[in-house]
């Protein structure tokens, strides 16, 4: 490196154990385009002598070939590393580095200044623990300014530094930086950003960087390295109370039993008394166990495998909570949501939801409304697209041990994921659990599934045919239903037409009515299947989260799904309703193989080709499938 610490050369040990004791600051730059962001961690780089001697000289060379100091040094190379970014002389993805001081490590994440760039911006964030805000001093407070503090706030990042950046190029003029700290105080407010500290700044010269400016004499408060070497960083934590959600349930034998996992906050000893939650079975604390051996005292970030002395049931994704002050537990809440995939979120949408060490399955409701982050402004919303930000209600399958985001970032803190394609499609905030989660409770009954069905001598079960329009779906589930009928069995046949003319009446063909349509209709199938009957579902159904969601509300082998495989030109040449037909004129939009995606099964258990057999023949497999493979037996 360019630098060596003489600890090092002279005492090793001395020098990995001082370094190993260091506390870790993790922080981000934002703001604005083109205000020096990545000059300026490069210019902490540099100035912590954290630059390779190689690194220094392919930074010297860049700097000439593609640098915009007119070949002086141009730190912002260091962290700009894809050739877009030093082409257009932006930065597009989060870049990380690491550099340390004497009194702290550091790991800065230089986040993008565009608006398409704000989930970048939220990943960057969402480990934070302080955010460096910057402003051009010639240009004062922005658009993109307001974006990212107003992203700082909602993420709850606990520090924050506004630092007015290019000082020099407004001649370190003090009127300037007032002004700027004027604007920037009234629309703080207005976000509840109520503690920030503002330095003025030069990060091309390294004035007020890591040490004090003589181009300020005005100017009395820290330098930038100073003050992020005294921010605190997880005294807090260690005095709220006691969170460690459960990572591995570990029994390497017979004789032990604990539970690892990363303590989110407070404090826990030997002899303290604990809940483990969603059950709400309490315990005692036994031992607190390392690969180092046993501890008196674990602190909020250490990994730790706790032992107790009563067994009680507890797995991965449980939260081990102290006794007296536990967290909440609920299945519905109020959450902000933020959405990273180019695919747009549709309220009903089954996702899966990761909180803390916890998956359970979840679904959005249509949003309360979006943010406009440049404005602050509310927005009625049906959906979300990329990088919209918006205030949704949340249900999900499972009760789970919670805290408001706003408390504790790792129990309110959550990421969506696409149940098939497994991609995190959005990131959010937990609010608060609806009320009412807490006042809606099952009602025991004494005449369950099992004894319906034994009434009427057969297993209930769901017979789900999807395909395009025209396809035939109607047609054969009619005959299907005919012909067990006549076999004396207790059946109904949920059509879609016939359902949009009383249940779903209120709803249209936009892909968020689609969504809706069928967790409706997958829902009904669920109560008549409990009431024993042979339920025929004959939707389009055209998206596989939604059939999936309709499947696994049933129990295993209740489900049957039934692909009525016909191509849209054969469908499109039946066109029994005109519908194809006005879609092509484009009086009917949103029509599923025109406009409109069909996403066919990938793993049905009846696959029928019109193109090869009638509706009667197709009928008849159906049902000798059902007879064969799945016999009526409860």
């Not at 102290?322 to 609920?330: F, K, L, N, V």
């Amino acid at each position: 490196m360019a630098h060596q610490s003489a600890l090092i050369a002279e005492d090793i040990e001395a020098y990995l154990s001082a370094h190993e004791r260091k506390s870790l600051l993790r922080f981000l730059t934002c703001g604005s385009v083109d205000d020096g962001k990545s000059t300026l961690i490069g210019r902490l780089l540099y100035d912590s002598k954290m630059i390779f001697e190689d690194q220094l000289a392919a930074l010297e060379a860049d700097s000439k070939k593609v640098g915009t100091q007119g070949g002086d040094i141009d730190f912002a190379l260091l962290v700009d590393g894809l050739a877009a970014e030093r082409e257009q002389g932006i930065t597009i993805d989060v870049a990380y580095r690491f550099f340390s001081t004497d009194k702290r490590k550091f790991i800065v994440a230089d986040t993008p200044g565009h608006e398409q760039y704000t989930r970048n911006m939220v990943t960057g964030a969402s480990t934070a623990d302080a955010a460096v805000i910057l402003i051009d001093a010639r240009k004062g407070v922005l658009t993109q300014t307001r974006r990212h503090s107003y992203l700082v706030s909602l993420l709850g990042i606990r520090h924050v530094v506004l630092a007015v950046n290019k000082m020099d190029l407004v001649g370190w003029d003090r009127q300037v930086y007032d002004a700027i700290l004027q604007e920037y105080a009234d629309f703080a407010a207005q976000i509840g950003i109520k503690d920030y500290t503002a330095i003025p700044m030069s990060a091309l010269k390294g004035d007020n960087i890591t040490s004090r400016s003589e181009a300020a004499p005005w100017y009395e408060g820290p330098a930038l390295m100073t003050l992020l070497e005294t921010l605190p960083v997880e005294d807090d934590l260690r005095e709220q109370p006691f969170r460690m959600p459960v990572q591995w349930v570990n029994r390497p034998n017979l004789d032990f039993r604990g539970f690892s996992g990363l303590i989110s906050t407070g404090t826990v000893r030997p002899g303290d008394k604990i809940k483990a939650l969603p059950s709400g079975r309490e315990s005692t604390i036994d031992r607190i166990v390392t690969f180092r051996g046993d501890l008196d005292e674990a602190v909020a970030g250490q990994s730790v495998t706790l032992t107790l002395k009563d067994e009680i049931d507890i797995s991965r994704g449980d939260v081990i909570a102290e006794a007296g002050s536990p967290p909440p537990t609920a299945d519905q809440f109020e959450a902000t949501i933020v959405w990273m995939d180019d695919e747009a979120m549709l309220p009903g949408r089954p996702y899966l939801l990761k909180v803390g060490t916890r998956v359970v399955s979840a679904q959005v409701t249509e949003p309360k409304y979006k943010v406009n982050v440049n404005t602050l402004e509310h927005l009625a919303a049906k959906r979300l697209e990329l990088n919209e930000i918006g205030v949704c209600n949340l249900s999900l399958d499972a009760a789970i041990a919670f805290d408001a985001y706003a408390e504790n970032h790792d129990l309110g803190g959550f990421i969506l994921i696409d149940r098939i394609s497994n991609r995190t499609v959005g990131a959010g905030m937990l609010h608060f659990a609806l009320r009412r989660s807490q006042n809606i409770h099952w009602q025991a009954l004494d005449v369950d599934k099992a004894s319906r069905a034994a009434l009427k001598g057969q297993r209930g079960r769901v017979v789900w045919l999807t395909g395009l329009s025209g396809s035939g779906k109607s047609t054969i589930a009619n005959l299907v239903e005919k012909r067990l009928h006549a076999d004396g069995r207790h059946t109904y046949l949920l059509d879609g037409d016939n359902v949009r003319h009383g249940l779903n009446k209120d709803l249209g063909f936009t892909d968020e009515d689609r969504v809706e349509n069928i967790r409706r209709v997958a829902e009904v199938a669920k109560l008549m299947v409990d009431a024993g009957l042979i339920v025929l579902v004959s939707f389009i159904s055209p998206f596989r989260a939604e059939r999936r969601l309709a499947r696994e509300l049933q129990a295993e082998g209740d489900f049957v799904e039934v692909f009525v495989d016909t191509p849209l030109a054969v469908a499109e040449q039946r066109d029994v309703k005109g519908l194809y037909k006005k879609a092509r004129a484009g009086e009917l939009k949103n029509f599923t193989g025109i406009d409109s995606p069909y996403e066919a099964p990938e793993n049905a258990e009846i696959v029928i080709d019109t193109t090869a057999m009638s509706a009667t023949e197709a009928a008849e497999q159906i049902v000798a499938w059902l007879e064969g493979e799945l016999d009526y037996s409860i």
